[in-house]
């Protein structure tokens, strides 16, 4: 399959951007796994662009999963809320784990007072416990005007 077919197969489905081709971790690496998923972003507009400092680390498939679920809820946010022009994702290793950053240039909101329900800031919060089960930390830092960034540390002991 080359490049053009995998990136066709990431698309939008009410608003949740999905991958209709496994996710081969393996294959592509948690990067290129999570890279696949900014396809929709790219379509409309948004320069995404990535800083990947790490090298050769062995992360579980339950963190890579988790750093994976918390790009696709972070990417749709991004297409669905932000207004973004510029995506920026860092994927780096920190003392004892791994860091997935994901940086927009959006509208932002006030995280106070997001507002929840059915369809808003379900998501946040489900990452949110996502990550505290797994022994991870969770940050989202976000202000009107000045965009959102969210940053997921994860163990690798």
Known sequence: MDQ???????????????????VDFHALGV???????????????????????HHGIEISSASAGLLYHVA?????NTLNYAGASELTVKLNAVYH?????????????????????????????????????AGGILDISSEVGR??????TLPLD
């Open 97 to 133: 784990g791994i860091q997935l950053t994901v940086r927009d240039n959006g509208k932002g909101f006030e995280i106070h007072a997001a507002p929840s329900g059915r369809r808003h800031g379900f998501g946040l919060l489900l990452m949110s416990l996502a990550v505290h089960d």
């Open 72 to 76: 696709q809820e972070t990417f749709s």
């Open 147 to 152: 965009g959102t960034s969210v940053s997921v």
């Open 31 to 53: 990067a290129g796994c999570i890279d696949r998923l900014a396809e929709p972003l790219r379509r409309s507009g948004v320069q995404v662009s990535w800083e990947i400092p």
């Open 4 to 22: 053009a077919e995998a990136q066709a197969e990431v698309m939008t489905v009410k608003g949740i951007i999905q991958d209709q081709h496994p």
